[in-house]
Structures are given as C-alpha cells and as structure tokens.
C-alpha cells in the first residue's frame, strides 16, 4: 500500500488541480460534455482503450493485462445539480445556477488519479473497466446508469464486479464505511390528481369539493406505513407538493398532490404501490369525488451482494491500516433513505458501494449533500484513489514487480 499510495501522492497536486476546474465548470445531466472529454482524454493518455458517448455521455476506459479471466468494472459519477453555489470558492462555479453540490467532481477525480497509478504500476492480471457514468442526478428511470446498461455496457465491457464510492458529510474524513444488503432506498413519485365539481365557496352542498378530499388523503396516507408494513422493515411515505385553487370564496374542480415514497425491499415497495393507489381511490370516493394516481417508479433499492463487499471491506481494513488519509473503516455502516442510480447496475452485477467520509477538521464547514455550500474534501482524493487502485489489484491478483 505504500507504493501506491507515494506514487498517487507525487501526482497529488495535479488531481487537486483537476478537481477544482471540474468544479469551476460543473454539467447538468446529459451534458457533460467537456467533464467526459477530459476524462476520455486523460484515460487515452494513460493506455486505455476508450468508448465515449455511451448512454449519451458516459465514457468507458478499458485496460488488459496479461492472461488473467477475471475482470472488475469502478463507476464514478460526473454530473452536477441545478443550484446556485454559495460556496465564495476561487475555484467556483462559472456557470450561472449550476454546482458541484454533491461531489461527483471529487469522485470522477478519485478515479481518475486511480486510472493513472493503476496504468503506471500494471500489477494485475485480466481487466479493469472504469465506467464515468452521466445523470446520476436525473432522478427518472432512464437515468445514466440504466442508458448506459441498455445500451450493452455490460455486454461490451464484462464485469465479474462492480464497486461505487460516494462521500459522506458527517463521517471523519477518509473514513470508509461498507454495509451488506440495502444500503440505499428504493425511490418511487406519485403524482394524484382530486377531480371533483367546483363551485362557490358559500354553497358547498352544490359542489363536490376536492380540497377537504385531498386533505383527508393526506392523513389518511400516513397509516399505510404505520398500519400495513412489517415494523421491522422499512418505508417513508411524504407528501411534497398539496395544491388547490387560487381564490378563498371558490370551491376549485381539481386538487394535486406530489408523494416521495422510499422503501429497501421489493415485497415492501409492491405493498406501498397497492395500498397507496387503493386508500387514495377509496378515500376519493367516500368524499363523492375521483382520483387519478400517476405511480412512478424511480431508482430501486441499492442492495450490496456479500461476497463482493466482504471481499471490499477486508481491502479496506489493509488500506486504512497502511495508508496516511484514511481514519479507519465502519464495517456495518447504517442504510440511508436516500437514492442512487448505482442500484440498477447492482441488479445486474454483483459489487458494493461504499461510503467514504467528508468532514474535515473545521466542523463548521461541514455541509450537506445538496447544499449550496457544500464542497469535496480534497483530502480525499489520495485515499481513495489509493483504495481504488488496491481494490483493482488484490482483485485481479496483482503480480510481483519485475
């Protein structure tokens, strides 16, 4: 682990330099653009063979050693989100409204200075596939993972594994946290529309109102998970968005409601689909009014198969055990409700996904995933590419030096 990690610290300021002008210039989904050019580019320079505009504009880099069958696929994510930063950063964002508020700057940048040391050192047998994935934060199920899985990333680029790292706000920074099974939730939208009879606010008896439905709904949803799902498992049922008329004497026709619904297992989902489209329809015709529910299903459950995240984690224990960066790692960490697009390669390959800590001495500037200050811990970039490159080599074998 020491020879990796002084040979990533040598090219230490050059990833730091390259994460900051990925954060200076961040990328919507689906348009990363100059983002998959620079990692097309750097990857092409380095030995790999290289796919670009794949599931719109993801880039895949290729490498082969020697003999070896087996073969490991690392995804990194390179997209930004629609917020305007407020980090005051010299190395801000120059695109009006659009930020790094996530990571995916740091992350693409943690593959990358692992591409490098991988290419240099060699030590390995058979093939990386190192996935620079789009729209991560698309959020629909057509999201960067699922295009470019449909569009054969796995028929072209075989992986007997594939890994994902994220960082995490509130964990010491270098900290590597792994977990089998769910580890993030399942993420669904449902859009329900009220359509019942206006009419004047003072006669409501001629009216079928949609609002006191609506209201009734919104109560109403909130047993489905204290009543119906196993309290051992595992739902979250949230209106967002409740909407109806516009003037205080005036019984409108319509109502609208928006719900987030997240659940880790598949059992659980399907039950939260059939008892929110039932109560939803019933509760609408006790009130004499009908209801339309649009049942949108998002990003799955992400779920970590054992033997890959046993197999990650003793890699990790060897890592956070030689490498300065690293603060130890959590070998069971907790699942979060949140979502990722990850999930739909782990439907197709086994692998892990793990969480790497990104606070960083200053408590005060440890921000959320999402805000419109949050920024990468450059701290990090050493670590985890160190993480990467062993992970790749103890997978395929790495060989004795010459």
């Given at each position: 682990?020491?020879?990796?990690?002084e040979?990533v610290?040598?090219?230490?300021?050059?990833?730091?330099?390259l994460?900051?002008?990925?954060?200076?210039?961040?990328?919507?989904?689906?348009?990363?653009?100059?983002?998959?050019?620079?990692?097309a580019?750097?990857?092409?320079r380095?030995?790999?063979a290289v796919?670009?505009?794949i599931?719109?504009?993801?880039?895949?880099?290729?490498?082969?050693?020697?003999?070896?069958?087996?073969?490991?696929?690392?995804?990194?994510d390179?997209?930004?989100?629609?917020i305007?930063?407020?980090?005051?950063l010299?190395?801000?964002?120059?695109?009006a409204g659009?930020?790094h508020a996530?990571?995916?700057?740091?992350?693409t940048?943690m593959?990358?200075?692992?591409?490098?040391?991988?290419a240099?050192?060699s030590?390995?047998?058979?093939?990386?596939?190192?996935?620079?994935?789009?729209?991560?934060?698309?959020?629909?199920?057509?999201?960067?993972?699922?295009?470019?899985?449909a569009?054969?990333?796995?028929?072209?680029?075989p992986?007997?594994?594939i890994?994902?790292?994220?960082n995490m706000?509130?964990?010491?920074?270098?900290?590597?946290?792994?977990?089998?099974?769910a580890?993030?939730?399942?993420?669904?939208?449902?859009?329900?529309t009220?359509?019942?009879?206006?009419?004047?606010?003072?006669?409501p008896?001629?009216?079928?109102?949609?609002?006191?439905?609506?209201?009734?709904?919104?109560?109403?949803?909130?047993?489905i998970?204290?009543?119906?799902?196993d309290?051992?498992?595992?739902g979250?049922?949230?209106?967002?968005?409740m909407?109806?008329?516009?003037?205080?004497?005036?019984?409108?026709?319509?109502a609208?409601?928006?719900?987030?619904?997240r659940?880790?297992?598949?059992?659980?989902r399907?039950?939260?689909q059939?008892?929110?489209?039932?109560?939803v329809?019933?509760?609408?015709?006790?009130?004499?009014?009908?209801?339309?529910?649009?049942?949108r299903?998002g990003y799955?459950?992400?779920?970590?198969?054992a033997?890959?995240?046993?197999?990650a984690?003793?890699?990790?224990?060897?890592?956070?055990?030689?490498?300065?960066?690293?603060?130890g790692?959590?070998?069971?960490?907790?699942?979060?409700?949140a979502?990722?697009?990850?999930?739909?390669?782990l439907?197709?390959?086994?692998?892990?996904?793990?969480?790497?800590?990104?606070?960083g001495?200053?408590a005060?500037?440890?921000?959320?995933?999402?805000?419109?200050?949050?920024?990468?811990?450059?701290?990090?970039?050493?670590?985890?590419?160190v993480?990467?490159?062993?992970?790749?080599?103890?997978?395929?074998e790495?060989?004795?030096?010459?």
């Open positions: 682990m020491e020879e990796i990690s040979l610290r040598r090219n230490a300021g050059e990833f730091i330099a994460r900051h002008d990925l954060h200076r210039h961040p990328e919507l989904a689906f348009h990363e653009h100059r983002t998959s050019g620079i990692v580019d750097l990857l092409a380095w030995g790999y796919e670009r505009n599931g719109g504009t993801g880039v895949v880099g290729q490498l082969r050693r020697g003999n070896g069958p087996r073969s490991i696929g690392l995804r990194a390179m997209d930004a989100l629609p305007a930063e407020e980090t005051g010299p190395y801000a964002s120059v695109n659009v930020m996530c990571g995916h700057d740091g992350h940048t593959l990358l200075a692992a591409a490098k040391a991988i240099e050192r030590r390995f047998e058979g093939t990386v596939n190192l996935i620079f994935q789009p729209a991560e934060e698309y959020g629909q199920p057509d999201s960067g993972a699922a295009r470019m899985i569009e054969g990333v796995f028929d072209k680029y992986c007997d594994a890994f994902g790292m994220h706000p509130g964990l010491p920074q270098g900290q590597l946290n792994f977990r089998d099974g580890m993030m939730a399942a993420s669904d939208n449902v859009i329900i009220i359509e019942g009879r206006g009419g004047h606010g003072a006669a008896h001629k009216a079928a109102d949609p609002v006191v439905a609506t209201a009734a709904i919104v109560m109403a949803l909130q047993t998970v204290a009543r119906n799902v309290p051992l498992e595992m979250v049922i949230t209106v967002g968005v909407q109806a008329g516009t003037a205080d004497n005036v019984i409108p026709q319509t609208r409601l928006e719900l987030t619904v659940s880790f297992s598949a059992a659980v399907d039950l939260l059939e008892r929110i489209t039932a109560l329809k019933a509760q609408a015709a006790s009130f004499g009014v009908e209801a339309r529910v649009d049942y299903r799955p459950a992400l779920v970590n198969t033997a890959e995240t046993a197999f984690r003793r890699v990790g224990r060897e890592v956070a055990g030689e490498t300065a960066g690293h603060a790692i959590v070998e069971q960490t907790t699942p979060l409700t979502s990722e697009d990850f999930a739909f390669m439907e197709q390959r086994p692998g892990s996904y793990i969480f790497i800590g990104n606070a001495a200053d005060t500037k440890d921000f959320a995933l999402h805000s419109d200050r949050f920024d990468f811990n450059d701290a990090n970039i050493v670590p985890g590419a993480y990467w490159t062993a992970l790749v080599e103890k997978y395929l790495a060989a004795s030096p010459a």
